[in-house]
């Protein structure tokens, strides 16, 4: 058959005539028609996954009060988010726990107040400077009022999961839910042959660029998550999108007795099928995937194995470990996985939304490592002068010098200059020992003698 594009599949789209089907609708296409057939009949097929995903968080720019301030700490219903960045700017992470209500409440259910409109108090401080003299804010806003709320999350949709039990004789509470003592259950989370990953295991159609569903709106992949690990399909994703168009029905916070708050994102990404290999890809199933069942009560990151297991098996309700019939449950939902992929279909066929072409491919060679653990050095490292520059009261470390010539202009005498390369240079002999430069280089790179 005919290889197709992109460019014509929206061209279906604009007229139409385009036909799109779910995940789970095209692995039983796949096995009646087999990829080549698939192929020609699927132009699209919509993936879906709804789940914990607590590397999430969204960025806020609450605008300039009056008068200003660089918020040094801001907390929003008294969760903290990271005001390290710019002025009025802040990232508020899911999983950042609130320090009235503890474990129970935080960024995630901040997240959910703003999108559904409900108004939030934003308690900031700062020690204040000659620019941002304001030292406190204590205000109520709502998303409207936000200049920018953009999710940003920096590990999301995981390909699959490693199911997880607990040999231990306590319950044991957990990111995977309450595992049961004695092998008392088993706890699993993906969307199985839903999941957007395991449909394009190869990055071929999904990578930087590539528009998808997040949370009710549009929103863009930019780039691998964290931890991604495509060598044992463990891929993930990095995404962003506009907070102020999603919706609270794909995106619900959470949290897990014990553990902490997490967000519920609802995320889909479009397969275009430009070939019977996508088509192919597209067409697994849950008894194709594997994963593992590890045992949560030994406290190491690497938990023993207890066996092999398809999704379908964990589906089905039960597995069986040393001969004992366990109970399964997932700590995602299928219900709405298939609520997002079948939302998505509807926006494809209503002309709502168009596929993008990535601008660049996912790796498929990321390293995946532990933390490093070392005695850390005492030492503490202090700049050696030159023989020199001992011998004058100012001086330049040039490996810190960017060049920005900052320090020309409060320099009477003339020191600092600019060479014919817009280097800065400096004649220490026209220097009067006023210190006017000491604290005025961003970089500090100018350095004085000590007295």
């Known amino acids: 058959m005919k290889t197709k594009t992109i460019e014509e599949i929206n061209e279906k789209i604009k007229k139409g005539t385009v036909r799109v089907v779910t995940a789970e609708e095209m692995t039983d296409i796949v096995k009646e028609l087999g990829p080549e057939r698939a192929a020609e009949k699927v132009d699209v097929v919509t993936t879906g996954t709804f789940g914990a995903m607590c590397s999430s968080g969204v960025f806020l720019n609450f605008g300039?009060?009056?008068?200003?301030?660089?918020?040094a700490r801001v907390w929003i219903n008294d969760v903290e988010a990271y005001a390290g960045i710019a002025a009025v700017d802040a990232y508020l992470g899911a999983a950042q726990p609130s320090r009235r209500f503890g474990i129970n409440y935080g960024g995630a259910h901040v997240i959910q107040d703003l999108v559904e409109g409900k108004p939030v108090v934003v308690r900031a401080i700062s020690k204040g400077t000659d620019c941002y003299p304001r030292k406190r804010v204590l205000t109520e806003i709502t998303i409207k009022e936000l200049n920018q709320a953009i999710m940003l999350n920096p590990r999301n949709s995981y390909q699959k999961y490693n199911a997880a039990t607990n040999s231990t004789r306590k319950i044991l509470y957990t990111y995977m839910g309450k595992l049961l003592p004695n092998f008392g259950n088993v706890t699993y989370s993906g969307a199985g042959e839903l999941s957007p990953l395991m449909n394009d295991p190869d990055f071929e159609t999904i990578g930087i660029g590539t528009k998808i569903f997040l949370a009710g709106a549009e929103g863009y992949i930019i780039g691998n998550g964290t931890q991604h690990n495509p060598r044992s399909k463990f891929s993930t994703l990095m995404v962003k999108g506009n907070l102020k168009e999603m919706s609270a029905e794909f995106l619900r916070a959470a949290a897990f007795t014990g553990y902490g708050c997490t967000l519920y994102i609802g995320i889909g990404v479009p397969i275009p099928v430009l070939n019977p290999e996508i088509a192919r890809k597209t067409g697994i199933g849950d008894e194709d995937i594997i994963t593992a069942i590890v045992d949560y009560g030994v406290p190491s990151m690497n938990r023993p194995v207890i066996r092999e297991i398809s999704y379908a098996e964990l589906k089905s309700g039960f597995v069986e470990i040393n001969g004992k019939r366990v109970k399964t449950s997932s700590v995602s939902s299928l219900y709405m996985a298939r609520r997002v992929a079948a939302t998505l279909k509807e926006w494809i066929k209503n002309r709502r939304f168009f596929l993008s072409s990535a601008v660049e491919k996912?790796?498929?060679?990321?390293?995946?490592?532990?933390?490093?653990m070392r005695s850390p050095s005492l030492a503490v490292y202090k700049k050696e002068a030159s023989p020199e520059e001992k011998n004058t009261y100012v001086w330049i470390d040039n490996k810190k010098c960017v060049n920005c010539g900052v320090c020309i202009s409060v320099c009477k005498p003339g020191v600092f200059f600019f060479d014919e390369h817009k280097r800065v240079r400096m004649d220490a002999s026209r220097?009067?020992?006023?210190?006017?430069?000491r604290d005025v280089c961003p970089l500090r790179a100018i350095h004085l003698k000590e007295k």
């Open 64 to 71: 300039h009060a009056e008068p200003p301030i660089k918020m």
């Open 362 to 372: 996912l790796p498929l060679d990321t390293p995946y490592k532990p933390m490093t």
């Open 431 to 437: 220097c009067i020992k006023c210190s006017l430069c």
